[in-house]
């Protein structure tokens, strides 16, 4: 078997590393398109790092952030709730309900939003009903967990 080779090697020059495209996408607008060097996504079985070259796959995401790296840091983070993304070798898109970037969420506005949402699923709603609070309520403490969670 052969060694594998640095990603560095992969670019023409060896200082820089090797890139691929992103696309973050929702049904209202683009959120985000273009090269980057690692970009991490909510897989619905734990995160995925997706680096150049990464094997094709495609996975549902959950709620959860996706974040963006270049320079080996974190420049982007985008929380999403939910979706799908498909990586190629050269490519990974993200197909998500929603997108908003994590510094644009407020704490105490959504610690206000959880303690609504747990009023209403308490009260007496229709099965549908009872979903789609639960939903909301899911999200939303994914949301809050997101802005408390420590920077990487």
Known sequence: MRPLKKLSTLTKDPSKMASFQFNLISPEKILFDQAVEMVVVP??????????????????LRAGVITIYEENKSVIKIFVDGGFAELTPDKCTALVTSGISLEALDKHALEIEIKNLLE???????AEEQKKANKSLAIAQAKLMAVLSPPR
């Open 43 to 60: 897989g619905i079985q734990g995160d995925i790092g997706v680096l150049p070259q990464h094997a094709p796959l495609v996975t549902l």
């Open 120 to 126: 209403d699923t308490g009260r007496d709603l229709t």
